[in-house]
């Protein structure tokens, strides 16, 4: 009984493997893996934002550093949520997100639905469409700017010759109506693979045979896509969403590239304004209080809607 | 409810012949079990009448129709797949509900309620409707799979390997439960497996498959009693048919390579000595493990027994089967 073999290896294996190593106990040596990456964070994360914080009770200005600085409690904060100018920058960030991200789900699973189906070469499609996002956004905005160009743009000329106007006679950039939409189809055309890419990985993790099933009990492909496909990849669309909004709501790059927030402020997204109040007004003090109020703004939706993606996970 | 036919089903992928020259008849309501090991074709044969997959040369028949160019759910047929396919961001009550949600049949919902209330109990799930279909164990999983297939009543059922990770208990319940359903509704059910307890319970027909091509397709007890080679002697019969060199025991006829002896075959107190290596008693029978100059046999005898091993039992073949080197039977 007691000579098994299993017995044998029992007795043959020391007590207590590795309990203590060089007078470390385990959590000690977590500790030492650890500690490094803490410090990083604290360095260039926790510790500027929390004097961030605190320079936001200041009229701190950065461009005056020997001036004596002054406790004002909220003021920066009543400043900016009583300014027009914060509200205006605000709505071009609405619709400048709305846009967006509708476009380029829309869009986005549209060509991931297309290329999911099995024909040649689809996997250099994929790698062809991806082309734009591996591009750097200063590149993009300035070769746009190009594009946009009302004598020499292949995109007005393009729009010209589809719709028969004269493509000299309107200015996607220098328009109040059209530098929204300019920034907006940009940045769908540089981002849309992004949602491609996620989308697809989605549809790739539905099994076929789940559609066989489907088929099997007699499920329309109509009825497929809506009972099955729509609500399995529905997580991925969420995050994609997720990443698309948390990226551009401080869109910036293409902006300045393009538009730089005019004409007049009409593009003048949050993220322009408080670059404006920073590093033109140096009013540093005021910018830092905005800073604080859209990473807030930016925390707090993100968390509402990385509770709503789990719930959708778990259903 | 149909007769299922296939004429001359071919189907290869790549190199790989799945199915070679395969001609069956299934009659309306049989159940019909394909046994043969992994790769031997049975679920592309499946595969063939449910119309997921098309027979690069032959023709699939159900009730007489040629099924050429419709699809699974105009040839409605269930099937039940090996790898459960339920839907997973489903509850039970919704993956049972969705073969009769189907905008075709415009089931009225307390219809839907009470078949799919019914088919959870028969298969035990009732208590887990309302869990979600990645919640559940692979056994239960297995039964909203059957479930699924249940509800409808299609012209033909198709069961991959519907009991295979059921614990035995559920097992041998399901299978009086399943049998009893084809029995009653009448429809023609093609089962596969590997379990050969299944195969001799529920089967009208069993089609033996070995690498593409049907064998043997006949009732359980033919195959079993007649059958046309030693793969097919070997797919039924526990312990299995011992297969021995020809002319072990005296006399065998022209071209027999081996000997096929089941338990039932091996009369004993007679003919020459063997000797008993090994003694299994499995409470209502015992089997014997017997060398018999210098070759391994099994056979069956009283569960009550006093041999032991080192005993010496005498044997003698009664009615043997012969099989050629091809492996072909000799009559």
Not at chain 1, 233 to 245: H, S
Not at chain 2, 11 to 37: I, K, Y
Request: hydrophobic share 45%.
């Amino acid at each position: 009984m007691s000579d098994t073999p299993i017995m044998r290896l029992a007795k043959a294996t020391p007590p207590g493997i590795g309990r203590r190593v060089g007078g470390l106990s385990d959590r000690a040596i977590a500790w030492i893996f650890v500690a490094p990456s803490i410090a990083l964070l604290l360095a260039v994360n926790i510790f500027p934002l929390i004097w961030t914080i605190r320079l936001s009770f200041t009229n701190f200005r950065v461009n005056r550093p020997n001036r004596d600085v002054e406790w004002i409690g909220l003021e920066n904060y009543r400043d900016i949520l009583t300014d027009s100018d914060t509200w205006l920058s605000t709505q071009a960030t609405a619709h400048f997100l709305f846009w967006t991200i509708a476009l380029q789900v829309l869009i986005g699973f549209t060509m991931a639905y297309l290329i999911n189906k099995k024909f040649r070469g689809n996997d250099m499609w994929t790698t062809i469409i991806v082309f734009p996002m591996m591009l750097s956004p200063a590149v993009v905005g300035n070769f746009w700017t190009f594009l946009y160009q009302p004598q020499i743009g292949l995109f007005n000329y393009v729009v010209g010759f589809l719709t028969g106007a004269d493509p000299s006679s309107f200015s996607m950039i220098g328009d109040v109506a059209l530098a929204p939409w300019a920034i907006i189809i940009v940045d769908t055309w540089m981002w849309t693979p992004f949602v491609m890419l996620i989308c697809l990985a989605g549809l790739r993790s539905i099994p076929d045979s789940i559609y066989e099933a489907a088929e099997c009990d007699r499920a329309s492909k109509w009825r497929q896509f809506w009972t099955i496909t729509i609500p399995m990849i529905l997580p991925f669309l969420m995050l994609a969403v997720l990443f698309r909004g948390i990226e551009n709501f401080k869109m910036f790059d293409l902006v300045v590239q393009l538009t730089g927030g005019g004409p007049g402020s009409t593009t003048e997204v949050t993220s322009i304004n408080l670059k404006r109040e920073a590093f033109e007004r140096w009013r540093t003090g005021y910018a830092s209080a905005y800073a604080v109020i859209l990473f807030v703004t930016v925390f707090g939706l993100a968390s509402i809607y990385v509770k709503a993606l789990n719930k959708v996970k778990d259903r | 409810m149909a007769e299922v036919e296939l004429r001359n089903v071919t189907r290869a992928f790549g190199e790989d012949v799945a199915l070679d020259q395969v001609s069956m008849t299934v009659p309306d309501g049989a159940f019909v079990v394909l046994l043969g090991p992994t790769g031997a074709g049975k679920t592309t044969t499946l595969r063939m009448v449910s119309g997921l997959d098309l027979p690069d040369q032959g023709e699939v028949f159900i009730g007489g129709r040629p099924m050429v160019g419709l699809t699974p759910a105009q040839r409605n047929v269930a099937m039940v797949f090996q790898q459960y396919s339920l839907y997973p961001h489903m509850t039970v009550r919704e993956n049972l509900a969705f073969p009769l949600k189907s905008p075709l049949l415009r089931t009225p919902p307390d219809i839907v309620n009470a078949k799919v209330m019914e088919v959870a109990e028969t298969l035990q799930i009732a208590h887990k409707l309302d869990n979600k279909a990645t919640a559940l164990s692979g056994g239960e999983m297995q039964r909203v799979s059957i479930g699924r297939a249940l509800v409808r009543n299609p012209e033909v059922f198709l069961m991959d390997e519907p009991l295979s990770s059921l614990d035995a208990k559920l097992r041998a319940e399901l299978r009086i439960e399943l049998k009893s359903i084809q029995a009653d509704s009448g429809a023609t059910l093609l089962y596969v497996t590997h379990d050969q307890i299944e195969a001799m319970t529920m089967a009208t027909h069993v089609g033996v498959l070995d690498d593409g091509k049907l064998i043997q397709f006949g009732p359980p007890r033919e195959i079993y009693e007649n059958p046309v080679s030693i793969y097919a002697a070997s797919r039924l019969g526990q312990p299995k048919i011992n297969v021995l060199p020809a002319d072990l025991f005296g006399h065998a006829p022209d071209r027999a390579v081996n000997i096929g002896l089941r338990p039932e075959q091996i009369r004993q107190g007679e003919g020459a000595d063997s000797m008993v290596t090994r003694v299994e008693h499995l409470g209502d029978q015992t089997r014997l493990h017997l060398s018999f100059s210098n070759h391994d046999l099994v056979t069956v005898t009283d569960a009550h027994t006093t041999l032991k091993s080192g005993d010496i039992v005498k044997i003698r073949p009664e009615n043997p089967f012969f099989f050629d080197a091809s492996g072909a039977r000799i009559h």
